[in-house]
């Protein structure tokens, strides 16, 4: 079983549509990362969470350290917001554990 | 203030060749990690760098590949007598610190082995 766990693999949206991506983690973490990688292109850091919930845009990053949980939600989504999000934790050190990655496509 | 620059974008090599990647980190972030991405596969951590040190390779096939921070200059991931499994895209990432500070991603360098 991975340490980080993503769900859905592959999302699918219509122009306007909440989106919500899920991250569940079984180790002990420092800190949570979301990270945007469009297809052939680099990797952009969109998200640091220890606690609680950060917004940016239309973007907001919500985690529970308790139940080991983070959401990604994306709020009125746009074509332009398709691409992998991936899910990383710092579980030992400072090196990062990925999820495997969500797929989304938002269609207009 | 540039971000994290890695070069070449893309890279050629034919079997048994050797690839150097190169990564220049952010101004001021002292610490590199680099990641390989398999073609369809999640991003793996490779290695963790200070200046002229390795601190955590734990990641690094044992043979074959190297990585080094010098004083001076980039990161360099050095894959000697490169094979088919070898191609994926390799990211490096910096940080000014530890576990405390993001990360800033490069745009990768595409391998191919052919």
């Known amino acids: 079983k991975n340490e980080v766990e993503q769900s859905p693999q592959n999302l699918t949206a219509q122009e306007g549509e909440f989106i919500t991506i899920n991250c569940s983690y079984s180790?002990?973490?420092?800190?949570l990362h979301w990270l945007q990688q469009h297809p052939g292109g680099g990797i952009v850091s969109l998200f640091m969470?220890?606690?609680g919930k950060k917004k940016h845009g239309r973007l907001i990053a919500t985690i529970n350290i308790q139940e080991k949980h983070s959401s990604l939600h994306i709020t009125a989504s746009h074509p332009r917001d398709s691409a992998v999000y991936i899910c990383?934790?710092?579980?030992?050190?400072?090196?990062?554990?990925f999820g495997e990655g969500t797929q989304l496509t938002v269609n207009p | 203030n540039a971000g994290v620059m890695q070069n070449p974008r893309h890279l050629v090599r034919r079997r048994g060749q050797e690839a150097r990647l190169r990564c220049s980190p952010m101004?001021?972030?002292?610490?590199v990690y680099w990641y390989r991405q398999l073609p369809e596969e999640g991003l793996k951590f490779m290695v963790y760098?200070?200046?002229?040190?390795?601190?955590?390779e734990s990641g690094m096939p044992k043979e074959r590949f190297s990585a080094e921070f010098p004083k001076e200059g980039p990161s360099i991931l050095r894959i000697q007598q490169v094979v088919r499994g070898d191609s994926a895209a390799y990211f490096c990432?910096?940080?000014?610190?530890?576990?405390?500070?993001?990360?800033?991603f490069g745009s990768g360098t595409r391998l191919t082995v052919v």
């Open positions: 180790v002990g973490i420092s800190a």
């Open positions: 969470l220890s606690s």
């Open positions: 760098l200070q200046k002229e040190n390795i601190i955590d």
């Open positions: 990383a934790v710092n579980p030992s050190g400072s090196r990062l554990t």
């Open positions: 990432a910096s940080s000014p610190g530890g576990v405390d500070y993001g990360y800033t």
């Open positions: 101004k001021g972030h002292s610490h």
